[in-house]
Nanobody, 122 residues
Framework: QVQLVESGGGLVQPGGSLRLSCAAS????????LGWYFQVPGKERELVAT???????NYGAFAKGRFTISRDNAKNTVYLQMDSLKSEDTGIYYC????????????????WGQGTQVTVSA
C-alpha cells in the first residue's frame, strides 16, 4: 500500500501562486503514475494533472496553461505549481498514485492522500 503525504495548501489571493507537494512511500510500482485531483463539496473529484515516471503529463481542462505538474523520481515526490489562481480553484487537492494511467483516480485501483485545502480569496 502506498502512503501519500501532501503539503503546501493554504490561503492565497486571486492571481497568486501556490506549490503543492506530495511525498509517496511504499509500493514501488504503484507510484508509476502520480497525479493531483480536485474536489469541491457536492461534486465529483476531477483531474488536475497526472505525470508518469518517464515524465509524460496529462492535464485536466481547467488546469491547462496555469498549472504545471512535475516529479522527482529520486524522492518519489510529485509537485503541482499553481499560477494565476482563481476563486474557482478553491477546494481540496488530493494526491493520487497508481500503477498506470488507466488506473489513476480509480478508488479501487489507486491510492489517495488525505487532501490539502487551497483557498483563493481576497
Amino acid at each position: 500500500q502506498v502512503q501519500l503525504v501532501e503539503s503546501g495548501g493554504g490561503l492565497v489571493q486571486p492571481g497568486g501562486s501556490l506549490r503543492l507537494s506530495c511525498a509517496a512511500s511504499g509500493g514501488t510500482f504503484s507510484t508509476d503514475v502520480l497525479g493531483w485531483y480536485f474536489q469541491v463539496p457536492g461534486k465529483e473529484r476531477e483531474l488536475v494533472a497526472t505525470i508518469s515516471r518517464g515524465g509524460a503529463t496529462n492535464y485536466g481542462a481547467f488546469a491547462k496553461g496555469r498549472f504545471t505538474i512535475s516529479r522527482d523520481n529520486a524522492k518519489n515526490t510529485v509537485y503541482l505549481q499553481m499560477d494565476s489562481l482563481k476563486s474557482e480553484d478553491t477546494g481540496i487537492y488530493y494526491c493520487n498514485a497508481a500503477s498506470s494511467m488507466y488506473y489513476s483516480g480509480r478508488n479501487d485501483r489507486s491510492s489517495w492522500g488525505q487532501g490539502t485545502q487551497v483557498t483563493v480569496s481576497a
